[in-house]
């Protein structure tokens, strides 16, 4: 099993839908969860950090679910921006741990 | 504010070449990571350092090489340059606990 898999994808919405990602993890010590952003041929940038309680952040929400070790993202009334490839992020281990990423959920939103 | 910062963003270089990628980081971050990305896929760990004069191997060390003399710099090395070592290579570094911050990338071609 992989430490980090995301749904495949890819994910082609018009604008204005609500789509969700979904990312398991297998190590069940990972303390620190994140969602990154990547666009085509350009560096990874943070989208949000998950925190236990999930959080929001505009139109995107993220929730985590320790004992499913499971992360979701949400993203409301979609835009051509958001268009991108989202990364599902794990700290192996503890919060110190280093960062293993998913391969990623390539998302395109349609006129 | 600089960040992280990548140098060269592009090289060609032949088979059996050398040569080193420059990573700099200027937000006094002990943890530095370099991580590889082939067209269509995730990140994958190269080299790793926690603080100056600490280094250890991810999940694709073979044919790298890395230095942290200092908390700023962390280079990666490619001894006798292989057609399979063609990807994009990103630094990035991080606090202890928190998001990793990314370079903007090199992309290297082996020919």
């Known amino acids: 099993r992989k430490e980090v898999e995301q749904d495949p994808g890819p994910f082609n919405v018009p604008e204005g839908a609500t789509v969700a990602f979904n990312c398991t993890y297998s190590n069940s010590a990972s303390q620190s969860f994140f969602w990154y952003r990547q666009d085509c041929r350009k560096e990874p940038k943070l989208l949000m950090s998950v925190y236990s309680s999930g959080n929001e952040d505009g139109r995107f929400t993220a929730q985590l679910n320790r004992a499913s070790q499971y992360i979701s993202l949400l993203i409301r009334d979609s835009k051509l921006s958001d268009s991108a490839t989202y990364l599902c992020v794990v700290t192996r281990g503890g919060s110190q741990g280093n960062l293993i990423f998913g391969k990623g959920t390539k998302l395109s939103v349609k006129p | 504010n600089a960040g992280v910062t990548q140098t060269p963003k592009f090289r060609i270089l032949k088979i059996g070449q050398s040569m080193t990628l420059q990573c700099t980081q200027d937000m006094n971050h002990n943890y530095m990571y370099w991580y590889r990305q082939d067209p269509g896929m995730g990140l994958k760990l190269i080299y790793y350092?926690?603080?100056?004069?600490?280094?250890d191997k991810g999940e694709v060390p073979n044919g790298y090489n890395v230095s942290r003399s200092t908390t700023e710099d962390f280079p990666l090395r490619l001894e006798l340059a292989a057609p399979s070592q063609t990807s994009v290579y990103f630094c990035?570094?991080?606090?202890?606990?928190?998001?990793?911050?990314f370079g903007q990338g090199t992309r290297l071609t082996v020919v």
């Open positions: 990035a570094s991080r606090p202890e606990i928190a998001e990793a911050f």
């Open positions: 350092s926690v603080g100056a004069g600490i280094t």
